[in-house]
């Protein structure tokens, strides 16, 4: 998929959700932002990150996310 049919599908998405919902997907993406950075600098400093789901949110309706937990390992 091309970046400008993920955009498009984002700004579907987008236009129908609330403002509570628009404002907690701006904050997951800098979160996410801010993670990957973090991983990144632990590679270039030497470590492997893997990223593994530990757990699953549910809430009413069907709504659910996947809680992360980092696996490191530091090469000899």
């Given at each position: 998929?091309?970046?400008?049919?993920?955009?498009?599908?984002?700004?579907?998405?987008?236009?129908?959700?609330?403002?509570?919902?628009?404002?907690?997907?701006?904050?997951?993406?800098n979160d996410l932002h801010?993670?990957?950075?973090?991983?990144?600098?632990?590679?270039?400093?030497?470590?492997?990150?893997?990223?593994?789901?530990?757990?699953?949110?549910?809430?009413?309706?069907?709504?659910?996310?996947?809680?992360?937990?980092?696996?490191?390992?530091?090469?000899?």
């Amino acid at each position: 998929m091309s970046k400008a049919n993920v955009k498009e599908r984002a700004e579907s998405f987008a236009s129908s959700m609330n403002e509570e919902q628009k404002m907690a997907i701006r904050m997951l993406a800098n979160d996410l932002h801010r993670l990957n950075a973090s991983v990144m600098k632990a590679v270039d400093a030497g470590l492997s990150v893997e990223l593994q789901r530990s757990a699953r949110h549910h809430h009413e309706g069907g709504f659910w996310g996947d809680l992360l937990t980092p696996i490191v390992v530091k090469q000899k």
